[in-house]
């Protein structure tokens, strides 16, 4: 894809000035969906760093082309979940040789949700610096189109991501996060999104904002009594599909 070239160069000059110190890692946000949602000081690391890590190299490969940056295999280390202290090590050591490293993980901010949160514990216990670089959230996304209308001087929220997989202590999850006067921000995938929605419904009429595919081509955002989530779902097959971020509106204060 050459349709970002304009981009590159844009990057190069608006973010090329800045201080990129040597020996430092940059954890990169990427887009949750919509490509155009790159940042340009994203773009410029992407392209300046020594070695990119990355939660799976055939994603991050197919991402830095559509962008017009092409790396070789070797600049590309893979650190996700199932190996995070052996390719820490491997980040380390060529912090060490004073390589510049950036972190993507497959969508998003790295460490929020997603693989990246051992990595920097790691970095900070050594005493080697790490840059964040902000971009595209799902979170504040969804929270921007819920239309949640905090009491002066409580505008907070509660960031709960994934809920636990078995029934049991999620439900558990649930009648705490049930009390929380706060809105409160989940995350799910699409497979399941259904057990989610059956553990939500004791929730009843409490409002709960839907967003589906965010910035994506099927992007849906709605509002519905958390009790009517799993029939929402159930009335077409194609809801279940995708990704989920839902704000569960604040309980209001008795």
């Known amino acids: 894809m050459t349709t970002y070239a304009t981009a590159l160069t844009a990057a190069r000059d608006a ?8 020996a430092s890692l940059y954890l990169v946000a990427t887009p949750i969906g919509n490509l ?3 940042g340009l000081r994203a773009l410029h690391v992407l392209q300046m760093v020594d070695t990119v890590a990355c939660e799976d190299t055939r994603h ?3 991402l830095l082309r559509a962008y ?6 070797a600049q590309l280390l893979a650190l996700h979940q199932h190996n995070e202290r052996e390719a820490t090590d491997q980040v380390v050591q060529r912090l060490r040789q004073g390589q510049r490293v950036a972190y993507v993980s ?3 901010t790295p460490g929020i949700s ?20 902000p971009g595209a959230s799902s979170v504040t996304a969804a929270l921007s189109v819920a239309g949640l209308e905090a009491p002066a001087g409580d505008d907070g929220f509660v960031f709960a ?13 649930v009648a705490a996060l049930a009390r929380e006067p706060r809105p409160v921000v989940l995350l799910e995938a699409p497979h399941r999104i259904a057990a989610l929605a059956q553990a939500l419904a004791p929730l009843g009429e409490r409002p709960l904002t839907i967003g589906r595919e965010l910035t994506k081509q099927f992007e ?3 509002t519905v009594p958390a009790a009517q989530f799993a029939p929402w779902l159930a009335a077409d097959s194609h809801r279940s599909r995708g990704e989920f971020v839902l704000v569960l509106h604040g309980q209001p204060m008795v």
Request: hydrophobic share 40%; net charge neutral; glycine share 12%.
């Open 15 to 22: 973010a090329g000035s800045q201080n990129y110190p040597q």
């Open 220 to 222: 849906q955002i709605v």
């Open 106 to 108: 497959d969508a998003g």
């Open 36 to 38: 155009a949602d790159i």
């Open 114 to 133: 997603d693989p990246g949160a051992r990595l920097v514990a790691a970095l900070a216990a050594q005493g080697l610096p790490v840059v964040p670089i």
């Open 161 to 173: 991501g994934f809920l636990p997989s078995k029934a049991g202590d999620r439900a558990t999850r």
């Open 60 to 62: 991050t490969q197919s």
């Open 68 to 73: 017009g940056i092409d790396r070789p295999a």
